[in-house]
């Protein structure tokens, strides 16, 4: 779920084998209101708009979820498809001292290709 955080208040502590934790009742601009745990501070603030997932409806808890980032929207698994392929390019080329750089990143280009496709079927 994502939600703008309209009020957050401190709400005592919560102790477990993994430690103690403060405890921070959030409500949201849709008017949900859900109590979350953190080590220290809440890590967020009023106006920031967070994704988060209720962990218990009947208690009213959630927790905080967070994503990683994608770098210019391609995923983790093409990222290394592709460092991985400019990598075999330039060794298969690293002998032949006639090659550019144009000709390590077009035969990694066609080693990307041909694994995507593979990847594809």
């Given at each position: 779920?994502?939600?703008?955080?309209?009020?957050?208040?401190?709400?005592?502590?919560?102790?477990?084998?993994?430690?103690?934790?403060?405890?921070?009742?959030?409500?949201?601009?849709?008017?949900?209101?859900?109590?979350?745990?953190?080590?220290?501070?809440?890590?967020?603030q009023?106006?920031?708009?967070?994704?988060?997932?209720?962990?218990?409806?009947?208690?009213?808890?959630?927790?905080?979820?967070?994503?990683?980032p994608q770098?210019n929207?391609?995923?983790?698994?093409?990222?290394?498809?592709?460092?991985?392929?400019?990598?075999?390019?330039?060794?298969?080329?690293?002998?032949?001292?006639?090659?550019?750089?144009?000709?390590?990143?077009?035969?990694?280009?066609?080693?990307?290709?041909?694994?995507?496709?593979?990847?594809?079927?």
């Amino acid at each position: 779920m994502k939600g703008k955080i309209k009020f957050i208040q401190e709400n005592g502590e919560w102790s477990n084998s993994s430690g103690t934790f403060n405890k921070f009742q959030v409500q949201f601009d849709d008017g949900k209101t859900y109590q979350f745990l953190a080590k220290g501070q809440f890590k967020k603030q009023i106006g920031d708009l967070v994704d988060y997932e209720v962990t218990n409806q009947q208690y009213g808890t959630a927790k905080l979820v967070y994503t990683q980032p994608q770098a210019n929207g391609v995923s983790k698994d093409q990222m290394i498809v592709s460092q991985s392929s400019i990598r075999t390019s330039a060794e298969f080329h690293k002998h032949r001292l006639s090659s550019t750089i144009d000709d390590v990143l077009r035969d990694a280009q066609k080693i990307i290709d041909a694994v995507n496709k593979q990847l594809c079927q």
